[in-house]
């Protein structure tokens, strides 16, 4: 099986998790495995978990490594990390990798049912399985499918999406990709259907529900902080704003040192920082990266150390 997938922002993110050659490293969201390839040829005696939720990754993976007697491959959601490695005797690691969002396998993977280009079925599932798409669209009732569409896609237009949405399965179920794609389109302003392709925002806010993909991201990030030594990194890839925000808040919580009023003469609250930022603002793809691989010019990178 083939895994296409380009890592992204790859040597930013090897130099800033500082890999030493006998560390214990996690690798999240693993995907084909092309920033645990990286981290892999840095370690001679040390460890890496190659973690995906996906089958399909997770078969890439173990025939990708399986000559290599550093690599540890767990099929799991990175968001439950801390139990996945403790079962396997690892209490804390060096370093932690998270890459967020949807991989290139899966949107050019047509029957996966993540892209609105191709027609499938309505599926979205990273884990293949549990709830589907096609389940979420045609149960939801209006005011759960609004919020989820303005929340999680940023979409202005939720409510008359939501209102096509419930008319729609109304007439029949929505059970294909192009369906979706056409009743959104139907329900937008014409200049919107000019600016990129109109059903772009619901189909990830969508996919976000079906995979509870914030809640896990929340999870996972104070899991992976939980498992870091002291010197040990956490390099996060996000795609977009909500992803973004997330991981921003969650840094700037761990740098934060005292928490009282301004107005207190000294500190009662006790509180430290407990880890630093590497780079105070988010690494971004450079001309180079952007013309080789366009999926990269959304991505940033956060890293920060545990102090």
Known sequence: M???????????TIEGLNIKENGI???????????????????????LISIDRDPDAVSVLNQRFRRNENAIVIKGNFGNMKDLLELRGVKRVDGVLLD???????????????????????DMRMSQSGVTAEELVNTLPY????????????????????????????????????????????????????????ARKTFQAIRIAVNNELELLDLGLDNAFKLLTKGGRLAVITFHSLEDR????????WC????????????VCGNKPKAKLINK???????TELNNNP?????????????
């Not at 996690?26 to 040390?46: F, P, Q, Y």
């Not at 603002?281 to 001309?287: F, H, Q, R, S, Y």
Request: charged share 25%.
């Open 143 to 198: 005011e759960e499918l609004r919020k989820i569409i303005f929340e999680y896609g940023e979409e202005r237009f939720a409510s008359s999406i939501a209102k096509g949405i419930i008319a729609a399965r109304e007439q029949e179920p929505i059970t294909t990709t192009l369906q979706l794609a056409e009743i959104v389109k139907a329900h937008v302003p014409q200049k919107v259907r000019r600016d990129g392709h109109p």
């Open 246 to 253: 997330i991981v921003k808040q969650k840094m700037a919580g």
């Open 25 to 47: 490293y996690v690798d999240g969201t693993a995907g084909g495995g092309g920033h645990s390839a990286e981290i892999l040829k840095r370690l001679t005696t040390g460890k």
């Open 100 to 122: 967020i969002g949807v991989s290139s396998h899966q949107l050019d993977t047509a029957s996966r049912g993540f892209s609105f280009h191709e027609n499938a079925p309505l």
């Open 256 to 267: 934060r040192g005292c928490t009282c009023p301004k107005d207190f003469p000294v500190c």
């Open 281 to 287: 603002k988010p690494i971004c793809a450079n001309g």
């Open 295 to 307: 999926r990269a010019r959304s991505a940033k990178l956060r890293i920060c150390e545990k102090i």
């Open 2 to 12: 083939e895994f296409k997938h380009i890592p992204v922002l790859l040597d930013e």
